[in-house]
């Protein structure tokens, strides 16, 4: 059974910064590529990052890139999201996702994690 599980997430004041981990078991993961979405409380889930099997390519929706960095250790199965200059606009449950093809479309992904909260105050 594959099983993503999610860490790092807290609570952080404006400006500052958070690194997430998601830690995959159960499925190949040199093989997957990996995303991380998030859904703020009433709105929809959006995208935030995807990274390729081998990392060697990164894609970031528009809000939170130069600010966000994902990346991955095959070694370990395990993908990062570290979150700089965080603003209150990026609180939300923070989600990883395994799929087959890196991009923004949900439907790209065959498995997601619990989630972890990110809280940013002014």
């Known amino acids: 059974q594959v099983q993503l599980r999610e860490s790092g997430g807290g609570s952080v004041q404006a400006g500052g910064s958070l690194r997430l981990s998601c830690t995959v078991s159960?499925?190949?993961?040199?093989?997957?590529?990996m995303a991380w979405f998030r859904q703020a409380p009433g709105k929809e889930q959006e995208y935030v990052a995807s990274?390729?099997?081998?990392?060697?390519?990164?894609y970031y929706a528009d809000s939170v890139k130069g600010r966000f960095a994902i990346s991955r250790d095959n070694a370990r199965n395990t993908v990062y999201l570290q979150m700089n200059s965080l603003t209150p606009e990026d609180t939300a449950i923070y989600y990883c996702?395994?799929?087959?093809?890196?991009?923004?479309?949900?439907?790209?992904?065959?498995?997601w994690g619990q989630g972890t909260q990110v809280t940013v105050s002014s």
């Open positions: 990274i390729s099997w081998s990392g060697g390519s990164t």
């Open positions: 159960g499925r190949t993961f040199s093989s997957t590529a």
């Open positions: 996702a395994a799929g087959s093809r890196t991009g923004g479309y949900r439907s790209n992904y065959d498995y």
